[in-house]
């Protein structure tokens, strides 16, 4: 079975990495991965990170690229890409640009479309923009979708899905996160070295999202820089978007606090083991959300709504919005109140136990036939 994998921002490729790992491995397929770089510095970190060396790299990102641009550059790679590699499955993540075009790709040429990480859902298609819509218009495509939970399998049911076509896995983010805690040590981040012998607690924000930018996202910086304000013994640490309207708010509200550090982006393998330091994490990402309960950290969500209600429900994470008061807290109950941190530290991941790329890949073989074994869907333990 020929398999071909897509993906092209970081998150992606965080994601496909284990996947594409343990398919290099089987003896009865033949992978090949194809990326469109539309993220192209903070992609190649990662695939250097996994040793992973892309067949094809279309290298579509310009400079202000707007998301037309994206769309018919890679859609345009892909084609030529399709028709040479010939491939029996094409497997594509998420909610980006080029999963998109990758699934749209893949259906014009008569190609099995596989979605990884399928049926997320805010019911809101400006909210994430455009990954809500990136998303349903994945799903209406892929003949097999990879739902990490129960409720994302629940959203495609409800949208006309085959539950025949539907497999239940976890996250993939599991396996790559505990893969890189486990297997690899933390590299020493650049002006954070102090942050260890100084002691304190260490509040980890990261805030990028478009529906995010102007007022809601100054309402976000000055709720932390009040929460440090606040707290004599809590150190922010803020990697910050390379967005040059992220980055003009950010300096213009927290730079030249002592204990607000304003950093550059991290690689993945910094990033997780400066997650794993973290005593909370505020965001507005959304792998976060998932990667941040199996290192025992609760997470307060800088949005309005979030596609990831299981963890909600969990109580893994919770709902902070973008109003200054509440952000500030929330934040502020989990750094005084012990007991209402361990109700959040201690609940069950409901994303993954660190095996969804098995069970894809086992799924992708009962599907195409070279297995008569269906695949078991995941289901979390309570603790």
């Known amino acids: 079975m020929k398999v071909m994998v897509v993906f092209g921002t970081r998150p992606e490729a965080v994601k496909m990495a284990p996947l594409v790992k343990l ?8 992978t090949a991965v194809c990326v469109t770089a539309q993220h192209r ?4 970190q990662v695939l250097g990170l996994f040793d992973i060396v892309p067949h094809y790299d279309l290298d579509i990102m310009q400079e202000r690229q707007t998301l037309t641009d994206i769309t018919i550059r890679a859609l345009k790679g892909l084609e030529g890409v399709i028709e040479k590699e010939k491939p029996d499955v094409l497997l594509v993540h998420g909610d980006t640009t080029t999963t998109f075009a990758g699934s749209l790709a893949g259906y014009y040429h008569g190609v099995k479309v596989g979605h990884v990480e399928a049926g997320l859902r805010t019911f809101n298609k400006f909210s994430p923009f455009p990954e809500e819509m990136n998303r349903k218009l ?3 495509v892929a003949d097999m979708h990879f739902a990490p939970t129960a409720g994302s399998r629940a959203n495609l049911i409800r949208e006309g899905v085959d539950e025949r076509d539907i497999v239940v896995t976890g996250n993939t983010v599991i396996d790559a996160l505990i893969q890189v805690i486990r297997n690899r040590s933390c590299p020493e981040i650049p002006g954070l070295g102090r942050l260890d012998a100084e002691g304190g607690r260490i509040v980890l924000l990261t805030c990028h999202r478009r529906e995010n930018l102007g007022q809601p996202m100054k309402n976000i910086f000055h ?10 013994d809590v150190q922010l640490v803020f990697p910050v978007h390379k967005n040059p309207a992220v980055r ?3 300096y213009g509200i927290l730079n030249g606090h ?13 990033f997780a083991h400066l997650m794993n330091k973290s005593h909370i994490i505020l965001t507005d990402s959304g792998g976060i959300q998932e990667e941040a309960p199996s290192l025992g950290k609760p997470v307060l969500v800088l949005r309005e709504v979030t596609e990831r209600p299981e963890a909600l429900e969990a109580g893994t994470v919770r709902l902070a919005g973008t109003c200054r008061m509440k952000i500030f807290e929330l934040a502020s109950r989990l750094l005084e109140d012990d007991r209402e941190y361990r109700s959040m530290a201690e609940a069950v991941n409901p994303y993954g136990d660190g095996t969804a790329s098995e069970r894809i890949v086992d799924a992708l073989r009962f599907y195409c036939g070279l297995s008569g074994n269906p695949p078991r869907d995941f289901i979390p333990e309570d603790k």
Do not use: W
């Not at 510095?41 to 190649?44: K, N, P, R």
């Open 258 to 270: 002592d204990r607000i550090h304003l950093i550059e982006p991290l690689d993945y393998l910094p």
């Open 23 to 30: 398919l290099m491995k089987q003896e009865d397929m033949h």
């Open 138 to 140: 994945t799903g209406a």
């Open 41 to 44: 510095e903070m992609l190649d």
């Open 223 to 232: 709720a932390v820089r009040d929460l440090v304000d606040a707290h004599r």
């Open 248 to 250: 003009e708010i950010a």
